[in-house]
């Protein structure tokens, strides 16, 4: 079935340094999403993308929508402490009426 | 800002009882939907509603699950008779449309003892 695959798994970085994680699948999505999760609160919408080629900011976030439909990757640029927790991709299941696929998210730890 | 809200925050629950977890979801929204999430797993789709009928299902939603909207506000998942292995985080999501971003609460978490 359809999956998701993020990578990478956790990332160590410190405060200030920029960061990147990407998202793929072996089939075709028409919409991307993008969620952070805190410890013990649900998932949070970062950006969401539409169109292949899209390319979306929020504040120190950006995402593109990749062109094959197969991939996204979120960067967040300057990170600090607050950054900290978990990024989900999630994307609508082919053939469904929204359900969402999640990947199964990179945990992301910043150092002050 | 308009947020999903769910309760309880933590529910402990014998193996072999009901449960009921309760959500509100954002106002104007008319699609309603439950996932779960097993400590240190992903994200899984249970149960689309809509129109006041179930719209999809996954395959772990069987005969123990059901979901209800009682009222004009609250959305229900009642579990009939929890096993150990439906201990988890579920988390209640609603958008305006099937084809908008969905907008979770912080989850119930269940522990089934």
């Known amino acids: 079935g359809q999956q998701l695959n993020q990578s990478p798994q956790s990332m160590f970085i410190q405060e200030g340094e920029d960061v990147s994680m990407n998202c793929t699948s072996s089939?075709?999505?028409?919409?991307w999403l993008w969620y952070k999760q805190d410890p013990g609160e649900g998932p949070v919408l970062l950006i969401a993308?539409?169109?292949?080629?899209e390319l979306t900011s929020n504040g120190r976030l950006t995402a593109q929508f990749g062109i094959t439909r197969k991939d996204s990757f979120l960067n967040i640029s300057a990170s600090i402490p607050s950054d900290v927790g978990i990024y989900f991709c999630?994307?609508?299941?082919?053939?469904?009426?929204?359900?969402?696929?999640f990947g199964k998210g990179t945990k992301l730890s910043v150092k002050p | 800002e308009p947020e999903v809200t769910q309760t309880p925050s933590h529910q402990v629950t014998q193996m072999g009882q009901e449960v009921i977890l309760r959500c509100v979801p954002i106002?104007?929204?008319?699609?309603f939907y439950w996932y779960r999430q097993i400590l240190g797993q992903k994200v899984e789709f249970l149960v689309s509603?809509?129109?006041?009928?179930?719209?999809?299902k996954s395959e772990i939603f069987d005969d123990q699950f059901s979901v209800e909207r009682p009222d004009g506000s609250n959305f229900t998942l009642k579990i009939r008779s929890t096993k150990l292995e439906d201990s988890a985080m579920y988390f209640c999501?609603?958008?305006?449309?099937?084809?908008?971003?969905?907008?979770f609460g912080d989850g119930t978490r269940l522990s089934i003892l």
């Open positions: 089939s075709i999505f028409n919409t």
């Open positions: 106002s104007n929204h008319l699609y």
């Open positions: 509603f809509y129109n006041n009928e179930i719209s999809e």
């Open positions: 999630a994307g609508p299941r082919e053939g469904s009426q929204g359900n969402l696929i």
């Open positions: 999501a609603s958008s305006g449309d099937r084809n908008q971003p969905q907008h």
């Open positions: 993308l539409y169109k292949a080629g």
